[in-house]
C-alpha cells in the first residue's frame, strides 16, 4: 500500500473520531444568543444613543397587576436593559421604588414634577382618558408616546392637532383600526415572557379546572357563574382581578371558588386545565397568551381583540350563548384528542406572537434612539 493511500486513511479515521464532537460544538447555542421557541434571537444590546425617559401611568407594580401595568414594566424593563434612564410618575402612588425602578407621585402643581417631564427627552404616555392629565405634557416641545390599550382613550386627540409632538403606539390591528391618527405611529403587541409558563405544559394536560381570570363585569363574571350552576360537576375557579368591580358569588355552589387576585399568575395556571374569556371588549388578549403557553385551551368571545390574539388557536364562542360555551367546555373535557390538537396549535401560535413581539419592541427601540 502507498504511502499516499495510509495518509488517506489516516485523515478519513480522524475525521471519523472528530466529527461527534464537532457536532455537540454545533448544537450549542452561541453565547451572544437566547433561545425563544426554537428561534434564535440576539441579546439585547446597548444603544449608543441612550435617552431619559419618564413613563406617566395611572398605576404601577406592585400596586396594580393588570395587563397595562405588566406590558409598561415589560417595555421599560427592555430599553432600561439597552440603556436608557428611565423613571415613573404615577397617579396612584405607594411604593418610591419597584425593580430598580424610581416611582414618583404625578402631581401637576410640583414644580419637580412639572419640569422633569417637560425637559427629559421622552415621555411614555399611558394615563386614563382624563384631558387633564396633558396638562403637564402639552407644554413639551420634545416627543411624547401615546399608548393606546383602550379604544375609550384619547380618541378625539388622534385626529386633533396640538402644538407638542406626538407618536402612537397601538397595542393591535384592532386598535390601530379602530382609532386611526393622523400622527406617526406603529403597532406593537403586548410582551409576555413566555418562558415562565412553557414549563407548566406537563401540569395542564391532564387539568379540567375552568378559570376566569379576572372577575369583573366586562370580563364576563356573570357568565361565569352561570357556567358554574349549569354545571355542578366541573370545577371552576374564579381569580379576583386587579381593578375594577368583582362580579362574585357570595354564596357560590360547591363547584366554584375564588381566589384573590395574584401577583405571579403561574401560581393560577398550576390550577387549572381551561380558560374561558367571555369578554364583552378586549383590545388584546395577554391572560390567553399565557394560556396558551402553558398548554392551556381557550374558550373566548367574539371580542376583536381576543379574535385577533388567539388567531384561530382556541374556540370561539357568542358571548351570549351560553349553551355554546357548556359544549365547549364539555368537548375539551370528554375527547382527549380534539384537547391536544387545540394545545399544539397554542403552541404554534405563541410561536407567531413571540416573533410579533420582538419586531415591535425593537421597532420602538429604533424609533426612539433615531430620535
Known amino acids: 500500500m502507498s504511502s499516499e493511500l495510509i495518509g488517506f ?83 396612584q402612588w405607594e411604593v418610591p421604588e419597584y425593580d430598580g425602578f424610581k416611582i414618583y407621585r404625578h402631581d401637576i402643581h410640583d414644580p419637580y414634577c412639572i ?13 386614563g382618558g382624563d384631558s387633564k392629565n396633558l396638562d403637564i405634557v402639552k407644554h413639551r416641545t420634545k416627543p411624547v408616546y401615546l399608548f393606546i390599550h383602550l379604544i375609550n382613550s384619547y380618541s378625539w386627540l388622534l385626529q386633533q392637532k396640538v402644538s407638542f409632538p406626538i407618536f402612537v403606539v397601538y397595542n393591535s390591528h384592532m386598535t390601530q383600526d379602530s382609532l386611526p391618527s393622523l400622527y406617526d405611529n406603529m403597532r406593537m403587541i403586548p410582551y409576555v415572557n413566555t418562558k415562565r409558563f412553557e414549563g407548566l405544559r406537563g401540569d395542564t394536560i391532564q387539568n379540567d379546572v375552568v378559570c376566569l381570570i379576572n372577575c369583573n363585569k366586562n370580563k364576563g363574571g356573570e357568565l361565569f357563574k352561570e357556567l358554574a350552576y349549569k354545571m355542578p360537576n366541573v370545577q371552576f375557579l374564579g381569580v379576583k382581578g386587579g381593578y375594577s368591580n368583582q362580579v362574585i358569588d357570595s354564596n357560590p355552589p360547591p363547584n366554584l371558588i375564588y381566589i384573590e387576585n395574584q401577583k405571579d399568575i403561574t401560581v393560577v395556571f398550576k390550577k387549572i386545565g381551561i380558560l374561558v374569556m367571555p369578554s364583552k371588549n378586549e383590545t388584546w388578549g395577554r391572560t390567553a397568551v399565557e394560556a396558551m ?69 425593537q421597532e420602538l427601540a429604533n424609533k426612539i434612539e433615531q430620535y
Open 115 to 127: 419640569k422633569e417631564i417637560t425637559n427629559v427627552d421622552i415621555v411614555f404616555f399611558q394615563m
Open 9 to 91: 486513511g489516516i485523515l478519513a479515521l480522524l475525521c471519523l473520531v472528530v466529527s461527534p464532537y464537532y457536532k455537540k460544538i454545533e448544537m450549542r447555542p452561541r453565547r451572544d444568543r437566547i433561545i425563544l421557541s426554537g428561534i434564535y434571537q440576539p441579546e439585547t444590546v446597548k444603544t449608543d444613543n441612550p435617552k431619559s425617559i419618564i413613563l406617566m401611568c395611572d398605576s404601577f407594580l406592585p400596586t396594580t397587576f393588570a395587563g397595562s401595568e405588566l406590558s409598561a414594566y415589560e417595555t421599560i424593563k427592555y430599553l432600561k436593559a439597552r440603556g436608557h434612564d428611565i423613571r415613573i410618575f404615577v397617579n
Open 293 to 361: 403557553t402553558a398548554g392551556v385551551p381557550v374558550i373566548h368571545s367574539e371580542s376583536p381583540g381576543l379574535v385577533e390574539c388567539v388567531g384561530g388557536a382556541g374556540i370561539l364562542c357568542n358571548h351570549d350563548d351560553i349553551d355554546a360555551w357548556i359544549q365547549a367546555i364539555n368537548r375539551l373535557t370528554s375527547d382527549r384528542a380534539y384537547r391536544q390538537r387545540l394545545r399544539q396549535y397554542g403552541f404554534k401560535r405563541v410561536v407567531e406572537i413571540e416573533e410579533e413581539q420582538i419586531r415591535g419592541r
